[in-house]
């Protein structure tokens, strides 16, 4: 054998141990369902045992037909209804109780990779597209269904009857049971070749529903750009190539599948044709009796479908076993580091020292050697081009990102030396694209640890917002429901919505990232003056564009390549004649156009 042969078998078998690991972690989900899953091989073993029943029936009508003994035919026919109702029974158990335990170990799994997203760092976001992680939460999961529903099903209940038959067989003739049996390696052979073929068409199979998902995600969302900028037949084409891809991918698991099947049925037919041609040899038939020949015959073709079924189990467990695989790459993801052992109760000065930070996987500093106060209850704006780093220096705040050098510090104490829940607590945000959720205006205001809030509470915060000059003309008020991400409400409305929930929050630290670039100058005049009485007593972090809505901030530093070049007051900075002069003599003469 040579060494390439060497390799390639090595990875064959550590792939076939990494699948059964995969496998046998995923029937650790089963365990806390053992009882149901105990009843569940109780009714597989009955209906399996009623199929032996029938052959052993057959064998007995036909010796009783032969024998002219037709006063049996009243226990003959009471026989033939007792099987099958005893087949339907123990048909209807195992079915039942599998699928509840199927679908209850899919609910767990299920929500054990949702809560875990809920945990993961934003970096994993960044690397991995909501249509991926969409169609791990739907198409695999329902691919994992198969493999522990229909699988052990299909395992239990056509396994079985293979063990009753094939006891039966032996107790009829134990030599023509070993003919048969000999045909089994030839079978494990061809299976175990398909399986592996399955399990890495799965994997692809699973990856393109992604894809698809992905491109039908944001064209649905991106609706108007695509139609504005004549992105149609882009975006269908996009579409088209990703669903051929799945398709293409589905057939040759379709023709590998189909392949396996029929060279299955042939092995088996060989069997039965070896058996039959021995069986008529006076040495091999023995004493069996003619009911006895007809009932062995008849249950060795009885045994071909659910021989048939068991191969079929390979292909449902390789997709289950690739679609488990993805499953659990997201629950062995390593969550967001909460180090911090002590809690939040006060905020005092914030402050960075020669913090500098790089994303996860890159070498490109986007922050360098940021040395930056916050005063307690006092206002910070950074301005800058975008690109200079200032949505990311806000972004450690929260914790969002982690990773920096140097040093971050609130009350003089590391910010990592808090814990998340508490740090997080103590923030409110508005970012620039702003997110809401499929429910009403109040519930969206009121949203997470705010729910309990009272209504006069929300009404108050949406006033204070100038959410209520448009809620008033809604005919459910602030209990209009607002569509997917607030699709039924314009953006500048949206934007309100959430500054009303950071004024409900009433935390010590507000983060506002382009809190009002989706307002007309009307209402961000309004919503200014409301955010001026928010910000009062806050330590507040503004970003933005608009020179104009920093103006009264007690620090505004001016941001360029990740780095800090002026801070001062917007007098100070004017009288200086920088960049941040450059910027306002800008904006200055862009208003004075408009």
């Given at each position: 054998m040579s060494n390439l042969q060497r390799k390639e078998?090595?990875?064959?078998?550590?792939?076939?141990?990494?699948?059964?690991?995969?496998?046998?972690?995923?029937?650790?989900?089963v365990r806390p369902l053992w009882f149901v899953f105990v009843i569940s091989f109780i009714g597989f073993a009955i209906y399996g045992a009623g199929q032996a029943l029938s052959a052993k029936w057959l064998e007995m009508v036909v010796d009783t037909v032969q024998k002219n003994d037709?006063?049996?035919?009243?226990?003959?026919?009471?026989?033939?209804?007792?099987?099958?109702?005893?087949?339907?029974?123990?048909?209807?158990?195992?079915?039942?109780?599998?699928?509840?335990?199927?679908?209850?170990?899919?609910?767990?799994?299920?929500?054990?990779?949702?809560?875990?997203?809920?945990?993961?760092?934003?970096?994993?976001?960044?690397?991995?597209?909501?249509?991926e992680l969409l169609a791990k939460l739907t198409y695999n999961v329902e691919q994992v269904t198969e493999a522990v529903t229909s699988a052990i099903k299909v395992l239990f209940r056509e396994g079985l009857t293979v063990a009753g038959l094939m006891g039966y067989m032996f107790y009829l003739n134990w030599k023509l049971?070993?003919?048969?049996?000999?045909?089994?390696?030839?079978?494990?052979?061809?299976?175990?070749?398909?399986?592996?073929?399955?399990?890495?068409?799965?994997?692809?199979?699973?990856?393109?529903?992604?894809?698809?998902?992905?491109?039908?995600?944001?064209?649905?969302?991106?609706?108007?750009?695509?139609?504005?900028?004549?992105?149609?037949?882009?975006?269908?084409?996009?579409?088209?190539?990703?669903?051929?891809?799945?398709?293409?991918?589905?057939?040759?698991?379709?023709?590998?599948?189909s392949l396996n099947t029929p060279i299955i049925q042939l092995l088996v037919a060989m069997a039965l044709s070896a058996l039959l041609f021995l069986a008529m040899q006076p040495d091999v038939m023995g004493s069996m009796t003619t009911g006895g020949f007809v009932a062995f015959l008849t249950a060795a073709g009885m045994i071909t479908k659910p021989l048939r079924l068991l191969t079929d189990v390979t292909s449902i467990v390789q997709k289950g076993i690739a679609a488990a695989e993805s499953l659990f790459e997201v629950l062995d993801e390593p969550v967001e580091q909460d180090s911090g052992t002590r809690k939040l109760e006060r905020v005092g000065d914030i402050e960075f020292r020669h913090l500098g930070f790089a994303y996860p996987g890159t070498d490109k500093q986007v922050l360098q050697d940021i040395c930056l106060k916050l005063p307690q209850g006092k206002t910070v704006a950074l301005v800058g081009r975008s690109g200079s780093g200032k949505t990311t220096l806000a972004s450690l705040l929260p914790r969002f990102n982690d990773g920096w050098s140097g040093e971050l510090l609130v009350n003089g104490e590391p910010l990592e030396s808090f814990t998340l829940e508490?740090?997080?607590?103590?923030?409110?945000?508005?970012?620039?694209?702003?997110?809401?959720?499929?429910?009403?205006?109040?519930?969206?205001?009121?949203?997470?640890?705010?729910?309990?809030?009272?209504?006069?509470?929300?009404?108050?915060?949406?006033?204070?917002?100038?959410?209520?000059e448009f809620v008033e003309r809604l005919p459910e008020g602030i209990h209009t429901r607002v569509g997917e991400n607030g699709v039924l409400l314009s953006g500048g409305q949206r934007q309100r919505i959430a500054i009303a929930?950071?004024?409900?929050?009433?935390?010590?630290?507000?983060?506002?990232?382009?809190?009002?670039?989706?307002?007309?100058?009307?209402?961000?005049?309004?919503?200014?003056?409301?955010?001026?009485?928010?910000?009062?007593?806050?330590?507040?972090?503004?970003?933005?564009?608009?020179?104009?809505?920093?103006?009264?901030?007690?620090?505004?530093?001016?941001?360029?390549?990740?780095?800090?070049?002026?801070?001062?007051?917007?007098?100070?900075l004017l009288e200086q004649q920088g960049a941040y002069s450059k910027f306002h003599i800008l904006q200055t003469d862009v208003g004075a156009v408009e």
């Open positions: 078998t090595s990875q064959d078998a550590a792939t076939t141990d990494n699948a059964w690991q995969t496998y046998r972690r995923l029937l650790v989900y037709y006063e049996q035919r009243w226990f003959l026919a009471a026989a033939v209804m007792g099987i099958f109702i005893l087949r339907g029974l123990g048909g209807f158990i195992g079915n039942y109780s599998i699928a509840y335990v199927g679908r209850e170990v899919i609910h767990r799994l299920r929500t054990q990779v949702f809560e875990r997203l809920l945990l993961l760092p934003s970096s994993f976001y960044s690397h991995h597209s909501s249509g049971t070993l003919i048969f049996i000999a045909a089994g390696p030839l079978i494990g052979l061809v299976v175990s070749m398909a399986s592996k073929r399955m399990r890495k068409l799965s994997r692809r199979i699973q990856k393109s529903v992604g894809d698809i998902t992905e491109a039908a995600s944001e064209s649905i969302k991106g609706y108007q750009v695509v139609r504005i900028f004549g992105g149609a037949d882009a975006e269908r084409e996009r579409f088209q190539q990703v669903s051929l891809h799945n398709k293409r991918q589905f057939m040759k698991l379709v023709v590998t599948q508490s740090l997080r607590s103590n923030i409110s945000l508005v970012n620039q694209n702003v997110v809401l959720f499929n429910g009403t205006i109040a519930e969206n205001i009121a949203y997470g640890s705010m729910a309990g809030a009272s209504e006069s509470a929300i009404l108050a915060a949406a006033e204070a917002a100038h959410v209520m929930r950071a004024i409900l929050n009433d935390a010590p630290i507000l983060i506002l990232d382009e809190a009002t670039s989706a307002l007309d100058t009307t209402s961000e005049r309004h919503i200014q003056e409301a955010l001026e009485e928010v910000m009062r007593g806050r330590t507040t972090l503004v970003i933005a564009h608009r020179l104009s809505t920093i103006e009264k901030a007690d620090v505004i530093v001016v941001m360029e390549d990740g780095r800090i070049i002026e801070q001062g007051s917007h007098s100070e």
